[in-house]
């Protein structure tokens, strides 16, 4: 897996979503495959079938965020450089068709909450808007259609 770059807070909530997969969502999985093994025949047992594929799914994820907390490199918030938009700032747009301010922060695909106005780097708008300054006219491609914003501002 390649390098992830996040925040000391988003390796955080990765440690804390692995601890508690592990401390509960694991025992829960286990025990209904036991409870499942309980009811006889396991060649016709749906339950134990669906059991042991959510512990399959469950036990994917757990090595997936193991290896992203394994890969990780946190981001100094103080070594950001709000000359232009990267990883992590905050910038403030204007949506050239609708005249609508937003502000997103740009920030890793597992920091990422739209309600929050936290965007992932690998959406489309983001990498509209990497390396563009105040005064930019970033022009980016979404499914439904294109977009024009102009950067208001960037900050920390």
Excluded at 10 to 23: A, N, S
Excluded at 46 to 68: F, R, T
Excluded at 73 to 99: A, F
């Amino acid at each position: 897996m390649a390098t992830t770059y996040m925040t000391a807070e988003g390796l955080q909530k990765l440690k804390e979503e692995l601890q508690y997969l592990e401390t509960v969502e694991r025992p829960r999985v286990i025990a209904a495959i036991a409870e499942a093994r309980e009811k006889g025949d396991l060649s016709e047992n749906a339950e134990y079938d669906a059991a042991k594929e959510e512990q399959g799914i469950l036990e994917s994820k757990i090595a997936m965020i193991k290896s992203k907390i394994v890969d990780a490199r946190i981001i100094d918030e103080t070594d950001i450089n709000t000359d232009e938009v990267q990883i992590l700032t905050k910038v403030r747009v204007l949506n050239m068709k609708t005249n609508q301010e937003k502000v997103y922060q740009l920030v890793t695909e597992g920091e990422a909450n739209i309600l929050e106005g936290k965007i992932a780097t690998t959406t489309p708008i983001a990498k509209g808007l990497l390396g563009k300054k105040v005064g930019d006219i970033a022009e980016v491609v979404v499914p439904a259609g294109k977009m024009q914003f102009k950067i208001l501002e960037i900050s920390i």
